[in-house]
């Protein structure tokens, strides 16, 4: 926000906590997903294959909703609010190819369960 020169104000302020808490509850539900798939068969990729076909697509399709949804704040004419809905919808579209793409591979490699799946020595 600070290299595009956009200032702080209440409705600005408050973009981080609530995509952050979007973002977390999103993150959660893969994890916990994650978890459950894994017993299914034993294998990481499999697991996260199956995380994909399930929750994979209600967080592609949750986060395309919720940008539009957002943007539409755009059409206001009370500036802050106009900036709360553009940021926001921003920072979902920001936050979707990290959910679908790097999610998975962090959990692959960190495993659900939190040890490291590939070994370092």
């Known amino acids: 926000m600070g290299w595009f020169g ?9 973009i981080a906590a609530i995509t952050a808490g979007i973002g ?11 978890r459950h798939e894994f017993p299914l068969d034993g294998d990481q990729w499999s697991s996260e294959s199956g995380c994909h076909r399930s929750i994979g697509s209600a967080v592609y399709y949750t986060s395309l909703t919720i940008m539009p949804g957002f943007s539409i704040l ?7 609010t106009v900036d709360y809905g553009l940021l926001a919808g921003t920072a979902m579209l920001v936050a979707l190819p990290a959910h679908v793409k790097l999610l998975p591979l962090h959990t692959v490699r960190f495993k659900a369960a939190g040890e490291p799946a590939i070994s370092t020595s």
């Open 6 to 14: 956009i200032p702080l104000n209440l409705m600005t302020i408050s």
């Open 24 to 34: 977390v509850d999103e993150t959660i539900h893969y994890i916990h997903r994650s």
């Open 74 to 80: 755009a059409l206001s004419r009370f500036i802050p």
